[in-house]
């Protein structure tokens, strides 16, 4: 199925309003990669583009997770995966050690030691397509809610996230399929359209039935140049099609090896959780902390830590001489006018002191 460019994107902007290069370029990649791998399915087009729009916060191409305000739930949820480096990226924010396993096995990238994988867009399409396609995300298929019988796209949000913002995603799918449908381009209707005359004898059948099959298995490429396969890999995934075949894709490697990322820590209890963990399991070993520090081998990360810990700890230290400081004042002086009263009122001559009370100046004190 092949789009008209033109008329997909002045629709789009009747719909949704302007659009900048960077959304306009990642909107030609989606495009484009369903026209290669035959998506014939406008309905699971649409939600698919609905949820790129939503995730990826209107830009269009793959994004690394937001980091949410410190005290709010969100960010005591990412407070638990966030540290370990494997934080959201992707068109969906893929998180958590154990989602970038699964989905290595087939994307055809080891995005364990390479988390930054997904945010190239080639390798960020195929998570997003076989996990919301084979229901890796949450367990549930696109196709329990788009299929033959039925269009849900509201309950469709539970291939991603539940039922958050299901009812703004959906109202964006109407709107896309609105837009696909008129911008399909006029070969495509008629190739479609010769296509299902062909298998069932019919000279006239409608190009609906053309916009909503099911995703068809599309062809391999076999004239891709294999000769670097250090760069990309092969792996087969399904798409939930009815003939149960399966679709070789071939994994971008355009991005390159890094290691896990382990974004800086922020707030005080995180940065002195971040120092102490160090010292104990990661670069800074405590035998040879002190003389780190004496060399001057000392990290920059720690130097910062220094700087932003040492005014809580000056002022906090001369705020509490401050107050032991009048505390003191305030308690000699009311155990001072206590033993002047007690030695000028003949009548607490029987008064006695348990401790003794402490003076080192009596003459002054006998009136």
Not at 84 to 90: A, E, L, M, Q
Not at 267 to 286: H, M, N, P, R
């Amino acid at each position: 199925m092949i789009f008209d460019r033109t008329k997909f994107f002045k629709l789009y902007r009747s719909k949704f309003g302007a659009l900048n290069q960077i959304s306009v370029d990642g909107l030609e990649f989606l495009i484009d990669r369903f026209e290669k791998d035959n998506w014939t399915d406008i309905r699971l087009i649409s939600y698919v583009l609905s949820t790129c729009k939503h995730e990826t916060a209107d830009t269009y191409q793959p994004i690394r997770e937001y980091r949410a305000r410190a005290g709010t739930k969100m960010r005591i949820v990412q407070d638990k995966y966030w540290l370990s480096g494997y934080f959201g990226r992707g068109y969906v924010m893929l998180t958590w050690l154990k989602n970038y396993e699964l989905l290595s096995n087939k994307v055809g990238g080891d995005l364990v030691k390479a988390p930054d994988l997904a945010l190239s867009p080639n390798i960020a399409f195929e998570i997003l397509v076989v996990g919301m396609l084979q229901g890796l995300f949450t367990g549930k298929k696109l196709s329990d809610f788009i299929n033959s019988s039925e269009c849900d796209y509201v309950n469709a949000r539970r291939t991603v996230n539940g039922t958050d913002k299901a009812l703004l995603v959906a109202g964006y799918a109407e709107n896309f399929e609105s837009i696909l449908k008129k911008s399909v381009s006029t070969e495509t209707r008629a190739a479609a359209a010769s296509a299902d005359a062909e298998q069932i004898g019919s000279a006239q059948q409608p190009v609906e039935a053309a916009e909503n099959s099911i995703v068809a298995s599309p062809p391999v490429d076999n004239s891709a140049d294999t000769s670097n396969t250090s760069q990309r890999a092969d792996t087969i995934v399904n798409t939930g099609a009815e003939s149960g075949e399966a679709r070789k894709i071939e994994a971008a490697g355009d991005a390159p090896p890094v290691s896990v990322p382990t974004p800086p820590a922020t707030g005080f209890l995180g940065k002195l959780g971040a120092t102490i963990g160090g010292l104990f399991t990661g670069s800074i070993v405590l035998p040879s902390f002190v003389e780190k520090v004496f060399s001057g081998e000392v990290s920059q990360g720690l130097i910062d830590l220094i700087k932003f810990v040492f005014p809580y700890l000056f002022f906090g230290a001369i705020g509490g001489l401050i107050i032991w400081f009048i505390a003191k004042k305030l308690n000699n002086f009311a155990l001072t006018h206590l033993f002047v009263t007690t030695n000028t009122d003949t009548t607490k001559k029987d008064i006695v002191f348990t401790p003794p009370l402490e003076t080192t100046d009596t003459k002054t004190l006998n009136l």
